[in-house]
């Protein structure tokens, strides 16, 4: 079963600060004094140095809470500290000692930290360093919209079962691997996640309609995509006095009882059509919607499914063209609709942030706690290089963080490639914008 969590901090978007000038084109913002956050972290690292230090009664501990963190921190900003081993060995060095102020961690140390140190722990250094995240401003057409807003969804990542076998063998495919499920709720205003549930990959309990249901909240609009599109579960959102926005199957049966005129800006928005319908059709199953259901339906390219199709084995079927958007919103434009759903995509680009660039495509532990304890840190890292860089990094950025982590890239080459990189964003901005007003 899921680990019920408490839901981080939210904050309040800044107000729009206007329209871009020439000046910050040409010198734009760079947080240069945000190398400074890394020099932070081990104050906010401190007061995790006596957790569980009460059980050692020998006093003999010499990898504390504090300590260990760095260490994974280590591993997630250090491509070349790929493993468990690895870990331990960079422990070794005199630099990191002293850079960290950690003594030598043993692999069985590093093994036992994963299932001993409580990872809820992390939670407020997360919501100390998000509050210092400048918030990347929705589209104001989003203010209309009361509640959270909120994208969902899982993402599998795979852990070999021997810790030990972690750190020596090659990560292979087949039955030697472990499946984990993240399921994450992705704050859509603060671009941030806000809440991490690990479970074994699987259905009943761990199936994510069914993880979702145990932690829903009051006030909120769940996005989901449509492997969430259960309809008791859209039952469950409605009596827990939130709201949803979720992507239907091409094949689901539903009976029109209403349609609605489509507007201008609907049009616009690519809305294909707008009514109320009965999902399930004609049915007197219990499961379905006890309430008013409102069918949107969205023009979109037409894709194959992401896995590559049937050829690789996959029974996901590929999209027709149109996106079938299911809600409990009924006072709400279908555009509007249509632009909350656009969202979603944000949770993926997170995933993608998240696997290819911090270490998560790999697990280093395969306690649930340890994997939470990884996931926390990896988010600390995230933040830490929005604050360093004010904005979310490249892999390009990434990899001269790394390298200047490993002493082949000085502070000035970094600074230097963060202020180019920023500029060519800037432009590309400027770009867009010139594109539309003409």
């Known amino acids: 079963m899921p680990t019920k969590t408490k839901r981080l901090k939210r904050r309040k978007l800044p107000e729009d ?241 209403q349609e609605l005129e489509l507007t201008e800006g609907d049009r616009a928005a690519g809305v294909l059509s707008d009514a109320i319908v009965k999902l399930g059709g004609s049915s007197s199953n219990s499961s379905c919607p006890d309430h008013p259901v409102r069918l949107i339906q969205i023009r979109c390219t037409p894709h194959q499914n992401r896995t590559g199709g049937k050829a690789r084995g996959s029974k996901a079927p590929n999209s027709d063209g149109i996106l079938r958007i299911a809600t409990n919103l009924l006072n709400v434009p279908a555009e509007i609709i249509a632009l909350i759903y656009s969202y979603r995509w944000t949770i993926e680009i997170f995933f993608r942030f998240y696997k290819q660039l911090m270490g998560g495509d790999h697990l280093i532990s395969h306690n649930v706690n340890g994997i939470k304890i990884q996931v926390y840190c990896s988010m600390i890292a995230c933040l830490l290089i929005n604050l360093w860089t004010g904005s979310r990094p490249t892999k390009r950025t990434f990899e001269m963080i790394s390298f200047y982590f490993q002493g082949l890239a000085s502070e000035e080459e970094l600074i230097a490639h963060i202020e180019k990189q920023a500029a060519a964003e800037e432009a590309k901005r400027a770009k867009e914008e010139r594109r539309e007003i003409c």
């Open 17 to 257: 600060q206007g329209e871009r000038t020439q000046e910050s084109l040409a010198k734009p913002k760079i947080k240069i004094e945000g190398l400074k956050y890394f020099a932070m972290l081990k104050p906010l690292l401190e007061h995790l140095h006596e957790h569980e230090c009460q059980r050692d009664t020998a006093g003999n501990r010499t990898l504390h809470y504090d300590q260990y963190c760095m260490l994974v921190l280590l591993y997630v900003l250090n491509p070349t500290v790929s493993s468990l081993r690895a870990i331990s060995q960079a422990s070794e060095l005199t630099k990191v000692r002293d850079k960290l102020g950690n003594e030598k961690a043993s692999l069985s140390s590093l093994s036992e930290a994963g299932g001993l140190f409580s990872a809820d722990l992390l939670k407020p250094i997360i919501e100390a360093l998000s509050a210092q995240v400048n918030d990347a401003a929705p589209d104001p057409r989003l203010s209309s919209i009361k509640q959270t807003i909120t994208a969902v969804d899982g993402s599998l990542v795979n852990a070999l079962p021997s810790l030990i076998a972690a750190s020596i063998l090659k990560q292979t495919t087949g039955s030697a691997l472990v499946r984990w499920r993240l399921h994450t709720h992705f704050e859509v205003n603060n671009l941030l996640p806000v809440r991490v549930d690990v479970t074994p990959d699987g259905g009943g309990e761990y199936d994510e309609r069914a993880v979702l249901k145990q932690v829903l909240e009051e006030d909120g609009l769940y996005v989901m995509d449509r492997g969430y599109a259960k309809f008791s579960l859209f039952n469950s959102i409605v009596a827990s006095s939130s709201s949803y926005v979720c992507r239907l199957r091409d094949n689901t049966v539903y009976e029109t009882t």
